[in-house]
T-cell receptor
Framework: AQTVTQSQPEMSVQEAETVTLSCTYD???????LFWYKQPPSRQMILVIR??????QNATENRFSVNFQKAAKSFSLKISDSQLGDTAMYFC?????????FGKGTRLHILP | DTEVTQTPKHLVMGMTNKKSLKCEQH?????MYWYKQKAKKPPELMFV???????INESVPSRFSPECPNSSLLNLHLHALQPEDSALYLC??????????????FGPGTRLTVT
């Protein structure tokens, strides 16, 4: 069975700083997808970034980038130049065969 | 249009009521999902419809009954719910590809309170 672990329940950083959110997962599969989703307070869950397991290159999306270490089963999210609007719950997610397994989430606070 | 819409936004119902949640997407996605999310927890998968057929039922109690009338619509019929069923119910959709399923787009959710 697949599991996703986010070891940081809550984090706070100052605006404009860089922050890294950790995620590890466990699977015996070789082809899968990984995602980071963001859920702002009382707002919609939105996709931040995706990574296909067969791609060695780390995905980037503007200020968001990942460090994907397939052998270590690690998938961390780096947010550069953090903004107040980045305050949200961040979920790491593993997708296989139409089922997403979410981690428990990291609540990120960006402080002014 | 990359939007998934859900109605109503809020719903309060008694334990003897029957109500329905609705979800709609116009992205041409052929897979649709229902999730239940409790406060400060990740979403939990309830049902998956793929090409309008129920493909996954995560052992959800029968008081929750999904329905997919067509490729754009997904309903969740509720009957005889319990207070512990109070939660945010999220709908999502995705487009299956030859390489497998892809990312899911979520709606804003229906916040359900069972009294």
């Amino acid at each position: 069975a697949q599991t996703v672990t986010q070891s940081q329940p809550e984090m706070s950083v100052q605006e404009a700083e860089t922050v890294t959110l950790s995620c590890t997962y466990d699977t015996s599969e070789s082809n899968y997808y990984l995602f980071w989703y963001k859920q702002p307070p009382s707002r919609q869950m939105i996709l931040v970034i995706r990574q296909e397991a067969y791609k060695q290159q780390n995905a980037t999306e503007n200020r968001f980038s990942v460090n994907f270490q397939k052998a270590a089963k690690s998938f961390s999210l780096k947010i550069s130049d953090s903004q107040l609007g980045d305050t949200a719950m961040y979920f790491c997610a593993f997708l296989l065969d139409d089922k997403i397994i979410f981690g428990k989430g990291t609540r990120l606070h960006i402080l002014p | 249009d990359t939007e998934v819409t859900q109605t109503p936004k809020h719903l309060v119902m008694g334990m003897t009521n029957k109500k329905s949640l609705k979800c709609e997407q116009h992205m041409g996605h052929r897979a649709m999902y229902w999730y239940k999310q409790k406060a400060k927890k990740p979403p939990e998968l309830m049902f998956v419809y793929s090409y309008e057929k129920l493909s996954i039922n995560e052992s959800v109690p029968s008081r929750f009954s999904p329905e997919c009338p067509n490729s754009s619509l997904l309903n969740l019929h509720l009957h005889a719910l319990q207070p512990e069923d109070s939660a945010l119910y999220l709908c999502a959709s995705s487009q299956p590809t030859l390489a497998g399923p892809y990312e899911q787009y979520f709606g804003p959710g229906t916040r359900l309170t069972v009294t």
